[in-house]
């Protein structure tokens, strides 16, 4: 058995119909294009974890170096 109850056999003749109706062209088109959209969401999601883990070193770094009362102040004014 295949996936879902669906044989081999009958994902073939799925994908012979797919490829008559679309041409090989659109389908390759389809593909590239999926392809580079997934490729951005993996860029994006882990530009933004790097983001979040720089953010979050920065801080553990700045709450020993910024112990002077002006540079709070500046935090407090900024995050407002």
Do not use: C, Y
Not at 46 to 63: C, H, L, Q, V
């Amino acid at each position: 058995m295949g996936i879902g109850g669906i044989s081999v056999w009958q994902l073939l003749i799925i994908l012979l119909i797919v490829m008559m109706l679309f041409g090989t062209k659109r389908l390759r088109g389809l593909g590239s294009d999926l392809g580079a959209a997934i490729k951005g969401f993996r860029s994006s999601v882990s530009a933004d974890g790097d983001k979040a883990e720089k953010d979050e070193s920065e801080a553990r770094e700045g709450n020993d170096a910024d112990a002077t009362p002006e540079s709070a102040q500046l935090k407090e004014n900024e995050s407002k």
